[in-house]
């Protein structure tokens, strides 16, 4: 059990022993409750998985979008997220798969508010309204620390986020799991005697700060990001003269502003602005005119991330609404702009939803999925700055979801092993079943050599059919028995057999493929062949 090790290895400090080991102590007894009660192990695990992709790594876009289609629930949220105004402007057509989510978010804006939504799913809701304030607060930090990393200098900003997410983790633990201990270190808060460390130590024994560290440790977080959490020295701040320093500053000045957001109409919170200001503004390059601004835009991005991963924010709860106003600035939702003003792209919203399907799982609206796909592809292609790899990803995401496929992949040639080989795959079983889809580049009479002999485009509806049952090879045959109905894409440039697409189901498809899904699907493929000759 997570932490156990922890507890045993102090059982043998004196209860009377210095102000350290009782706090260490005292951690420790909080943590094994928590534990006892929660499957932190799990969520550590996830949470460690999001925040060790790294956007300089080549497979960095396929491991986040594998993790996040292998959650239906977070698979939604982060496409709501991408059909928001706010980013739907930029391309004008509803987005529907992952894969463009993250070229049109940007990696670390969809890794963090993975990382977040996984927080908000897997966190206790036993005390649902102190949760959902200590869930706000980190969302709101995490935003904070996200347009903070905009203006840095410094390499990886991006994790100047997730240290903002997880400035409180210790207050939501104890919120989430033990609600008599958080209500009367607030109580003491309220009083006006205690500050929030001073409140913990006297009720817990121990401060949040070193609650939160001692998880993250056990999660396997990066160090720069568990020493990011530390408090910076009283007083105003100067500017950071290493990475580590702006880390642990912009941390703690998230954490500050997101207790402020919420409630920033409210009188009186004028003069908790200028104190945030005055401690912050130098080190981290602010005057009055740009916390202003920067508060307007995290308050809009905090409602679009709590509403889409299904948490209201706190003041949305009392009033209905939520608002950031200084001075009289304020900004709207939309920009400015009205929804009907907003050009509708083909098969806008929910039509782009697979709802009713078939017997065999193919949506019944698969052009119009194959169609947006196609817009997808061409927008990234058009845009420059996108690589082979992600258009594969995308286009198989696409055939995935529009054809409703519970296994797909694209397999290449790899020449010095004499080999054709599974390298990007979705679905049930999808790293297992990659693993195993391999064969060699000699040629036999077999259904795949033969697609790709032929440069020919394979549709199987029934592939117990006697016909295709003798073309299977016993590779695939011991793979995938199950496979019902399928299809190969072959890829063929100049003659040269590059590899090729497969997806298949469980289930017979005595729909087939119309005329004009067909033409889509070769279009598909020709799209990534043109990137294939022009690489």
């Known amino acids: 059990m997570v932490f156990q090790n922890?507890?045993?290895?102090?059982?043998?400090?004196?209860?009377?022993?210095?102000?350290?080991?009782?706090?260490?102590?005292?951690?420790?007894?909080?943590?094994?409750?928590?534990?006892?009660?929660?499957?932190?192990?799990?969520?550590?695990?996830?949470?460690?998985?999001?925040?060790?992709?790294?956007?300089?790594?080549?497979?960095?876009?396929?491991?986040?979008?594998?993790?996040?289609?292998?959650?239906?629930?977070?698979?939604?949220?982060?496409?709501?997220?991408?059909?928001?105004?706010?980013?739907?402007?930029?391309?004008?057509?509803?987005?529907?798969?992952?894969?463009?989510?993250?070229?049109?978010?940007?990696?670390?804006?969809?890794?963090?508010?993975?990382?977040?939504?996984?927080?908000?799913?897997?966190?206790?809701?036993?005390?649902?309204?102190d949760v959902r304030t200590e869930l706000n607060h980190a969302l709101c930090a995490s935003i904070v620390g996200r347009e903070m990393a905009k203006r840095s200098q410094y390499k990886d900003p991006e994790e100047a986020a997730i240290a903002s997410l997880f400035k409180n983790i210790g207050r939501l633990l104890v919120a989430a799991h033990d609600h008599r201990l958080y209500g009367d270190i607030a109580k003491l808060v309220e009083s006006g005697k205690f500050t929030p460390a001073q409140a913990s130590m006297q009720v817990l024994g121990c401060s949040f700060d070193l609650l939160g560290e001692s998880v993250l440790r056990e999660w396997n977080i990066p160090e720069s990001i568990v020493h990011a959490l530390a408090s910076p020295p009283a007083g105003v701040l100067k500017p950071a003269k290493a990475r580590q320093e702006w880390l642990q500053q912009v941390a703690a000045f998230s954490s500050a502003s997101a207790r402020l957001i919420p409630a920033m109409n409210d009188p009186g919170q004028e003069a908790a602005g200028k104190a945030v200001l005055t401690r912050f503004g130098q080190a981290l390059g602010l005057d009055h005119a740009k916390l202003i601004q920067l508060f307007a835009s995290v308050a809009e991005h905090t409602r679009l991330l709590a509403s889409n991963a299904e948490l209201p924010m706190q003041s949305e709860e009392e009033s209905g609404t939520v608002g950031v106003e200084m001075d009289g600035a304020a900004e709207d939702d939309d920009g400015g702009l009205p929804d009907e003003l907003l050009m509708a792209a083909p098969g806008d919203a929910a039509s782009l939803r697979a709802v009713q399907r078939h017997a065999s799982g193919k949506p019944f609206n698969a052009r119009d999925l194959l169609l947006a796909g196609v817009q997808d592809v061409t927008q990234m292609m058009a845009s420059g700055r996108c690589k082979v790899n992600d258009l594969m990803l995308l286009v198989l995401e696409t055939l995935y979801g529009s054809m409703g496929f519970r296994f797909a992949t694209i397999c290449l040639r790899d020449t010095q092993a004499g080999q054709f080989r599974a390298r990007i795959s979705m679905g049930d079983n999808y790293a297992e079943r990659q693993a195993g889809f391999v064969f060699p580049c000699a040629s036999t009479r077999d259904l795949f050599h033969l697609a790709m002999e032929n440069d020919a485009d394979l549709m199987i509806s029934d592939a117990s059919a006697p016909k295709i049952r003798n073309l299977l090879p016993d590779w695939h045959r011991r793979l995938l028995p199950d496979a019902r109905s399928f299809i190969v894409l072959p890829l063929v440039v100049n003659k040269k057999q590059i590899g090729l697409f497969y997806a298949d189901r469980e289930q017979i498809a005595p729909e087939g493929v119309p005329t004009d899904e067909t033409a889509l699907i070769k279009t598909l493929k020709g799209q990534i062949l043109t990137a294939l000759q022009q690489r």
């Open 6 to 129: 922890t507890v045993q290895g102090r059982s043998d400090l004196a209860a009377g022993g210095n102000q350290e080991d009782t706090a260490l102590l005292a951690r420790d007894r909080l943590l094994k409750k928590i534990s006892d009660e929660a499957d932190l192990p799990a969520l550590g695990s996830s949470v460690s998985k999001v925040v060790q992709m790294t956007s300089s790594d080549d497979e960095a876009v396929r491991n986040l979008a594998h993790f996040i289609l292998s959650d239906a629930a977070l698979t939604q949220k982060i496409l709501r997220i991408a059909n928001t105004v706010s980013y739907r402007t930029a391309s004008g057509a509803t987005v529907t798969t992952v894969s463009k989510a993250i070229f049109l978010l940007g990696f670390d804006v969809v890794k963090t508010s993975a990382l977040a939504m996984v927080l908000v799913d897997r966190m206790s809701s036993k005390h649902a309204k």
